[in-house]
T-cell receptor, first 112, second 112 residues
């Protein structure tokens, strides 16, 4: 079974631009969660989608948004990028049992 | 407000000895706890979990202990191996949600 895939793996943007990151979950998994990892902050929960609906949301500004498609693939969008948005963005998928999440390799975003 | 804390940013242990990684949390309503291991340039990998109704869970060389009165959990690795060198994250699930709150991680180095 293929794991969680994320594209692109690396991205460089400038302040004020927007970016869209993509996540393909493990086949059969319907839940996709997104996290931001920055040095010293650990993984910060962004949001979680299940069957195209956002079920949970973290404490991030509205510039961070996401969606999930009918095939469970998910996208995350960040608008009006700021320098502080530079981070590793991880997505994780899980099946109906939420106890175990499987993470993708992440997308490393650098905002200049 | 960091609800899940890993107060030791790093730990060094000799090969063959026990590694003990600690995690403290503030919310007594957390109902599920997980440990992840993360290598550079990879997403976190699930290691072991424990429900709040238990105080111990064992899987091979890995054992997680939960002390609910102290709001503390620990991961024991016995015996430690050089391949265990990685960053370890603990995570707690807010009850009734699919939202996981992660600690900031502890970097374990196992010396050969």
């Amino acid at each position: 079974k293929a794991g969680v895939t994320q594209t692109p793996r690396y991205l460089i943007k400038t302040r004020g631009q927007q970016v869209t990151l993509s996540c393909s979950p493990i086949s059969g998994h319907r839940s996709v969660s997104w996290y931001q990892q920055t040095p010293g902050q650990g993984l910060q929960f962004l949001f979680e989608y299940f069957s195209e609906t956002q079920r949970n949301k973290g404490n991030f500004p509205g510039r961070f948004s996401g969606r999930q498609f009918s095939n469970s693939r998910s996208e995350m969008n960040v608008s009006t990028l700021e320098l502080g948005d530079s981070a590793l963005y991880l997505c994780a998928s899980s099946s109906t049992s939420p106890e175990t999440q499987y993470f993708g390799p992440g997308t490393r975003l650098l905002v200049l | 407000d960091q609800q899940v804390k890993q107060n030791s940013p790093s730990l060094s242990v000799q090969e063959g000895r026990i590694s003990i990684l600690n995690c403290d949390y503030t919310n007594s309503m957390f109902d599920y706890f997980l440990w992840y291991k993360k290598y550079p340039a990879e997403g976190p990998t699930f290691l072991i979990s424990i429900s709040s109704i238990k105080d111990k869970n064992e899987d091979g060389r890995f054992t997680v202990f939960l002390n609910k009165s102290a709001k503390h959990l620990s991961l024991h690795i016995v015996p430690s191996q050089p391949g265990d060198s990685a960053v370890y994250f603990c995570a707690a699930r807010a009850p009734g949600t699919y939202k996981y709150i992660f600690g900031t991680g502890t970097r374990l180095k196992v010396l050969a």
